[in-house]
């Protein structure tokens, strides 16, 4: 029975340095999921399908849905409704960027961003 609370123990400690030790999930993006992320906003507000569709007019039905499925299916975007195959299921959804990425995403889009930050806070200190 020890051992147990001892195991459970080390596994809580062991999750809690790894959320502190600041190491960040590296993401990949294509063009059409950064104009996508872009076009939704990092601030975790919820879009309107139908206002989505209008900003981007310029992408075929298709391949923004493809994208979004993309987003969707790595958890990088929520949305209220479950399936999502045509324009019309765009329309009438909700969509905004999961806050559990929203840092990460950031780096992504803007990758040089972050390390002239950084940099700058090395001399500094």
Excluded: C, W
């Excluded at 989505?52 to 993309?70: F, H, K, S, V």
């Excluded at 329309?91 to 961003?113: K, T």
């Amino acid at each position: 029975m020890r051992t147990v609370g001892l195991a459970n123990k080390v596994l809580d400690s062991a999750s809690i340095r790894a959320k502190n030790s600041g190491v960040s999930r590296e993401i990949n993006l294509s063009g059409g999921e950064i104009t996508l992320l872009k076009t939704l906003g990092l601030s975790g507000a919820a879009v309107p399908g139908s206002a989505l569709l209008e900003r981007m007019a310029e992408l075929e039905a298709g391949e923004l849905i493809d994208t979004l499925d993309g987003l969707l299916t790595m958890g990088y975007v929520l949305a209220n409704r479950v399936n999502i195959r045509t324009a019309e299921d765009v329309g009438r959804a909700m969509f905004r960027v999961n806050q559990s990425y929203a840092r990460e995403l950031r780096e992504a889009l803007h990758p040089g961003h972050r390390e002239s930050h950084e940099r700058r806070r090395r001399r500094r200190g």
